[in-house]
């Protein structure tokens, strides 16, 4: 994709968002619904606007990352690892239970072992971004259901390292030893530690020389450096963009400079995350769809009722109310 082609087609994707938002907004709903739709009018199924979105999807990638990091900054280090145990728990016993249920559903359709496991492992995760933006859409981060869904995708995101190293062995191909694994699972623990210990301690000190020299500009770059910055490192090391951008954020959210690198990103976060959920329709294949329609309604019921059961039942073991552990397990 030349330059100037991905111009014309970011003015499309924002020209086009414009009256489609403002009609969802116009009749109370969400602005995800409308970037959605937009994405399947413009894209390669719809009027053929964009076809190439490879460009598309590297923004929409830049736009979950600002949107975990301002996410992880809001919601408070010290209030995260308060609860951390019941995260880990949550996060945990979702992704087990998840995983048998998909194996045993493709057992139970006469899928081979390798198949089943790869559904268990598709079965498991959600979307971060679609759900850390209705959690700020609604202001519900720091809610007790918006606490447990973001720990329960940061433990899917973490997940995905070992997933990915055993889908060669599901292949029938050659892959890494379980040493490799050990390793791999090691390593990201270590990448997660040493990036909360370094924009605990170093970042603020750098940050706080750029606010006495009160240049916003510096300030301003500085903010997305910090963010793209460590998200890089983390995918780099085999993470994804956006678990590294979210730890950023929380580390960072018990200094004194919340408030001004929020403000900082806001702007970028929030054209780059409506590329991302255009680009999300545009991938939407509307020929696929209309030939399955009772295949993909029935799937995804069954999908969205086996997680939410799953979620349901395990933060009602913890002792939440009835509304926490709904809304959990809607989300």
């Known amino acids: 994709m030349n330059g100037?082609?991905?111009?014309?087609?970011?003015?499309?994707?924002?020209?086009?968002s414009i009256p489609v938002i403002y009609i969802f907004n116009k009749i109370k709903l969400p602005s995800i619904i409308g970037f959605l739709i937009t994405g399947i009018?413009?894209?390669?199924?719809?009027?053929?606007?964009?076809?190439?979105?490879?460009g598309i999807q590297l923004m929409a990638e830049i736009g979950v990352a600002f949107l975990l990091f301002t996410i992880g900054i809001e919601i408070r280090l010290s209030r995260f690892l308060k609860h951390l145990s019941e995260i880990l728990l949550t996060g945990g016993l979702q992704i087990l239970f998840t995983f048998f249920v998909g194996m045993i559903i493709g057992l139970t359709v006469q899928l081979s072992i390798s198949q089943s496991i790869f559904i268990g492992f598709i079965l498991v995760h959600s979307s971060s971004a679609l759900i850390l933006?209705?959690?700020?859409?609604?202001?519900?981060?720091?809610s007790p259901q918006g606490r447990i869904s973001i720990g329960v995708i940061l433990f899917q995101d973490m997940m995905v390292v070992p997933m990915m190293l055993l889908i060669p062995f599901l292949a029938g191909e050659s892959g890494p030893d379980a040493l490799m694994i050990i390793w791999k699972l090691v390593k990201s623990v270590l990448i997660i530690v040493?990036?909360?210990?370094?924009?605990?301690?170093?970042?603020?000190?750098v940050l706080e020389r750029l606010v006495n020299m009160n240049m916003r500009d510096v300030l301003v770059i500085a903010s997305v450096v910090i963010t793209m910055g460590i998200a890089g490192i983390t995918e780099s090391l085999g993470l994804s963009l956006a678990i590294g951008a979210?730890?950023?954020?929380?580390?960072?959210?018990?200094?004194?400079?919340?408030?001004?690198?929020?403000?900082n990103i806001s702007p970028f976060r929030d054209v780059f995350l409506s590329v991302f959920f255009v680009a999300f329709g545009m991938i939407l294949n509307l020929d696929f769809l209309r030939e399955n329609p009772d295949y993909i309604i029935l799937i995804s019921l069954i999908i969205i009722g086996?997680?939410?059961?799953?979620?349901?039942?395990?933060?009602?073991?913890?002792k939440y109310p009835l509304r926490v552990a709904l809304l959990s397990g809607v989300l």
Request: charged letters at 20%; zero cysteines; proline letters at 2%.
């Open 41 to 54: 009018i413009i894209g390669p199924f719809g009027l053929k606007l964009i076809h190439d979105i490879a």
């Open 246 to 263: 979210f730890l950023a954020g929380m580390a960072l959210s018990d200094t004194d400079f919340t408030h001004q690198i929020i403000s």
């Open 133 to 142: 933006k209705i959690l700020k859409d609604r202001d519900d981060e720091a």
């Open 306 to 318: 086996i997680k939410a059961t799953i979620v349901f039942g395990l933060v009602k073991l913890l």
């Open 194 to 205: 040493f990036i909360l210990v370094a924009a605990r301690y170093v970042i603020p000190r």
């Open 4 to 16: 100037l082609n991905f111009f014309h087609q970011l003015i499309i994707i924002l020209g086009f």
